[in-house]
């Protein structure tokens, strides 16, 4: 079955860790997508990428960092310049990305990220 | 600045009980609302688009409809199985999607 696989589903960073989530896919899509979800908030764009070995920052990308090496691939490392990572990411993909208009995205079953 | 906002937060519907969501917005250029249904602990699912107003769209037993400043998603008799936040996101100039809060339906027997 197509779709987008996020690991691991639950994520415990230490004080002064960097740590990378995983999001893969197989629907043989061109753009991809991090976004945070707080309790109360919407959905938040961190970074988004259309074409491999290109990427844009979204409305809050200060302490994340990604990478587009692959088309299957684009993980987000949380880095400790992030004050507050605590919160549920979620990786999307569509499939040819802001160029286009009315692209539905498609989510992975996202990661919670907590702080120890 | 655009925004988008949902109500109401949280609804409970007994089984068969019809109701409506709301997702009211203001912004400039409106190139599409979508709805979508997220689960708890997962990622969101793809409902509906909606282009311009007077637009209708229907699943099952879910109605989406569109006005030039909001979205309604009504539900006809529901059952628990329909139980789950409904995001509203909408999409502008430069294809930027903006996404309201939700709102968490609980549908009981």
């Known amino acids: 079955d197509g779709g987008i696989t996020q690991s691991p589903k639950y994520l415990f960073r230490k004080e002064g860790q960097n740590v990378t989530l995983s999001c893969e896919q197989n629907l043989n899509h061109d753009a991809m997508y991090w976004y945070r979800q707080d309790p109360g908030q919407g959905l938040r764009l961190i970074y988004y990428?259309?074409?491999?070995?290109?990427?844009q920052k979204g409305d809050i990308a200060e302490g994340y960092s990604v990478s587009r090496e692959k088309k299957e691939s684009f993980p987000l490392t949380v880095t400790s310049a992030q004050k507050n990572p605590t919160a549920f990411y979620l990786c999307?993909?569509?499939?040819?990305?802001?160029?286009?208009?009315?692209?539905?995205?498609?989510f992975g079953s996202g990661t919670q990220l907590s702080v120890l | 600045e655009d925004q988008v906002t949902q109500s109401p937060e949280a609804l409970r519907l007994q089984e068969g009980e019809s109701s409506s969501l709301n997702c009211s917005y203001t912004?400039?250029?409106?190139?599409?609302l979508f709805w979508y249904r997220q689960d708890p602990g997962k990622g969101p699912e793809f409902l509906f688009t909606?282009?311009?107003a007077g637009e209708e769209k229907e699943k099952e037993r879910l109605k989406a409809t569109l006005t030039k400043k909001e979205s309604f998603l009504h539900i006809t008799a529901p059952k628990p199985e329909d139980s789950a936040t409904y995001l509203c996101a909408v999409q502008v100039g430069g294809n930027k999607l903006t996404f309201g809060t939700g709102t968490q339906l609980k549908v009981e027997l």
């Open positions: 912004v400039s250029g409106l190139r599409g």
């Open positions: 909606l282009y311009s």
């Open positions: 999307a993909s569509s499939i040819r990305g802001q160029a286009a208009t009315n692209e539905k995205l498609f």
């Open positions: 990428s259309q074409i491999v070995n290109d990427f």
